[in-house]
């Protein structure tokens, strides 16, 4: 939970407190929990009604540090960084890092990495990836953070599929400190989301400058997430597309293409001069759905050559780009957009999670297009 992987198995919690304090008994009174697995003076368990198990263990504030890293983990990284320990006649453990049967350190995680003689490296890293040899070079990423976002790119009204109006995901974004939003209400091949024609967007672009003349201080951005079709063309014809301020392409059907075939279409959508934006590129939904078979490398290097953004979709079961896909694609040179793909005002907050996989991709504020400034972001989408 910590490393803000996609999914997690069991939580661990660690406190410390004074002697006699009643925390393992709050602990396993709270609400939500189904079971007590295990109750203890250091150490608890117990089950939730959703089925997480829980672990909640006291150590004392000279462990805190280490703890918190060893339970962080990965496993892979925590041997790695071992390892240098080891070569420098030390030993850590989740007690603290130790020369002998002395213990010196383990009150704070930087601490920690203080003795292997490493900066403190954020959770999100950890995963043996290159952060070690980062770390020694003093070359880790400064990572985005939720507060460099200016803007949402890919939103929802109640015009398809969406819970809200345009006037309430206006407000919900403006109340978020955002300086734009994109309104991406679906075309009309996603018959089942009541998608659009061209009559119903223009009607929705129409109403979108009615507004935006009364907001001084924030900008709609017209756009559409429009359907990639099994042959690659896009849902609207270019005479539409071309008024919109930017353009959202996505596959939603015929999922289980062949690998070449697939390929295919999403790089003939790519090449429509229009296509702004590609979203949820793998189609996987978390749990339930796997990946396209697809040449991702193949669509981050057309990415690049075409000045085609990639979405990093923040809704939890999609998270797409996945982590390791980020990383590719920044250090690729592709431009990338973080999206909450809001189907409400509340989803808008979903923008974290985003958030969360751009940390784990390494990937820093100018990665990003969505932290610049409305005109600089157009003209960074313009093909």
Not at 351 to 360: F, K, P, S
């Amino acid at each position: 939970f910590r490393r803000r992987r996609d999914t997690v198995g069991d939580l661990d919690i660690l406190v410390t407190c004074q002697t006699g304090s009643p925390v393992m008994q709050r602990f396993v009174k709270y609400d939500a929990v189904e079971e007590i697995i295990s109750q203890g003076g250091t150490r608890s368990a117990v089950r939730l009604r959703s089925g997480v198990q829980v672990d909640l263990r006291v150590v004392p504030a000279v462990s805190y540090g280490a703890a918190l890293y060893y339970f962080t983990g990965s496993k892979a990284h925590n041997i790695a960084v071992r390892k240098l320990a080891v070569r420098a006649g030390l030993k850590i453990n989740e007690y603290g890092v130790f020369r002998g049967d002395t213990r010196i350190a383990g009150r704070t995680e930087e601490e920690v990495f203080e003795t292997v003689k490493l900066p403190w490296i954020e959770p999100e890293l950890r995963e043996d990836r290159g952060e070690i040899e980062a770390a020694l070079q003093r070359r880790l990423p400064k990572l985005i953070t939720l507060a460099d976002i200016r803007g949402d790119l890919h939103c929802h009204t109640d015009e398809t599929d969406g819970r809200d109006t345009l006037h309430d995901m206006v407000h919900a974004a403006q109340k978020r400190g955002y300086a734009y939003i994109a309104i991406t209400d679906h075309s009309k091949r996603v018959s089942v989301a009541h998608g659009m024609d061209s009559k119903r967007l223009l009607a929705q672009l129409r109403r979108i400058d009615q507004l935006n003349a009364t907001l001084p201080d924030f900008r709609i951005l017209k756009s559409a997430e429009v359907d990639i079709l099994e042959d690659g063309r896009l849902d609207f014809p270019d005479q539409v597309l071309k008024q919109l301020d930017l353009v959202i392409g996505a596959v939603h059907y015929k999922l289980d293409l062949p690998r070449a075939k697939q390929t295919a279409r999403v790089l003939r959508a790519m090449d429509n001069r229009y296509l702004s934006i590609l979203a949820h590129p793998s189609g996987r939904l978390i749990k339930s759905r796997p990946p396209m078979n697809l040449d991702l490398d193949q669509i981050i290097e057309a990415a690049r050559e075409r000045n085609c953004a990639l979405e990093i979709n923040s809704q939890p079961e999609r998270l797409d780009l996945d982590d390791i896909c980020c990383k590719r694609a920044g250090e690729a040179g592709v431009k990338l957009v973080i999206s909450s793909d809001a189907h409400g005002t509340d989803d808008l907050g979903l923008l974290r999670y985003g958030v969360d996989q751009a940390r784990r991709g390494w990937l820093e504020a100018h990665h990003i297009l969505n932290t610049l400034p409305v005109e600089t972001l157009l003209t960074a989408l313009r093909r």
